[in-house]
């Protein structure tokens, strides 16, 4: 295991020995995943949607207490437009508060709302966003720390589609908390590339998609390996609500429904449902539904422990810190 090498706003925050955060993949992130990356010295994130009940996210919660023996993690909450959706949110929360959770990232909409209750809790906050506005106002909000996700990323990285290096070089710079920066991630020399921009450390989501604690299918993980960072597409334009996701038959449907105008999303809807990722996941499918990827994914060239990934990315951080420095 790669000794502690970069001291970090990131690193203190969380108590990490490396500034690398995993942010949140719905299905994907359980107590094997997030475990496996708090063991390796990174900050991980549960995703309480991911699972069928209440129940089953506590019981997820406590598991994953005992894989990092007793060891902080996070977990990640969806903010919602609207009400009724975070009604259920507040139900995650309520759960990670009462089960000593230490930390949360927030996407989606801006936690202002819940933030009271969270602080109370001791619980420390990180927002994910998409622009240095949304960064601004997160910060404004009362978050310790904001993501920013640059146009690379996989899921929701937003309308703008800025870039991450653009987004390092602006955001950073305008605000007075930690800055993670996010989108096409995957190596250390990014990671030294990501401190230089004043970021506290960088996120990985794509890139372990193949890490062994991920439970989908190895046929899936196989697929991410071969990709290559031309192999994403950006699908759901027509409704401003722009989603990278992984180019496969399913993703050409929805583009050429896209470019016929159609705006009814009910003829989406068989196409895009979040159960039917799943499925890719569970079955290895990988044409199945339109599975969230970034192009960081081109980095991840091989299905290993997520404590061998984290090796080969702080190996290659301090071998690209060495050339900076001239002592190769």
């Not at 996120?203 to 439970?215: D, F, G, K, T, Y």
């Amino acid at each position: 295991m790669t000794p502690r090498t970069f001291k970090t706003p990131i690193t203190e925050l969380f108590g990490i020995r490396h500034p690398l955060i995993c942010g949140g993949m719905m299905w994907l992130s359980n107590a094997d995943y997030v475990g496996a990356v708090v063991n390796g010295g990174g900050m991980g994130f549960i995703t309480p949607r991911s699972f069928p009940t209440l129940d089953d996210f506590r019981n997820e919660l406590r598991r994953c207490f005992e894989i990092t023996q007793g060891g902080q993690f996070g977990v990640n909450l969806y903010v919602s437009a609207r009400p009724e959706a975070n009604e259920q949110l507040t139900r995650f929360l309520d759960i990670a508060i009462e089960e000593g959770v230490g930390f949360v990232e927030t996407a989606g909409y801006s936690p202002r709302e819940f933030l009271p209750r969270i602080k109370d809790a001791g619980i420390k906050v990180i927002h994910k966003c998409t622009s240095l506005r949304h960064a601004v106002s997160a910060e404004k909000a009362g978050v310790d720390a904001v993501i920013i996700l640059g146009a690379e990323a996989g899921g929701h990285p937003g309308m703008q589609l800025i870039g991450t290096m653009v987004q390092g070089a602006q955001v950073p710079q305008a605000l007075s908390i930690p800055v993670v920066l996010a989108g096409g991630m995957g190596t250390g020399r990014q990671l030294v590339a990501c401190l230089a921009l004043g970021a506290g450390g960088m996120l990985l989501a794509s890139r372990m998609i193949v890490a062994s604690e991920i439970w989908a299918h190895d046929d899936y993980k196989r697929r991410v390996a071969e990709m290559d960072a031309a192999d994403t597409r950006i699908i759901m334009t027509i409704f401003g609500d722009n989603s990278r996701v992984m180019a496969n038959e399913t993703a050409d449907r929805v583009l050429a429904l896209e470019a016929d105008g159609v705006d009814d999303f009910e003829a989406y809807r068989g196409l895009v449902a979040g159960e039917i990722q799943r499925q890719a996941y569970e079955s290895g499918d990988w044409n199945l539904g339109t599975p969230s990827v970034g192009q960081g994914g081109s980095f991840a060239d091989r299905i290993e422990p997520v404590e061998v990934i984290f090796d080969r990315i702080m190996a290659d951080a301090v071998a690209a810190r060495r050339t900076i420095e001239g002592t190769r």
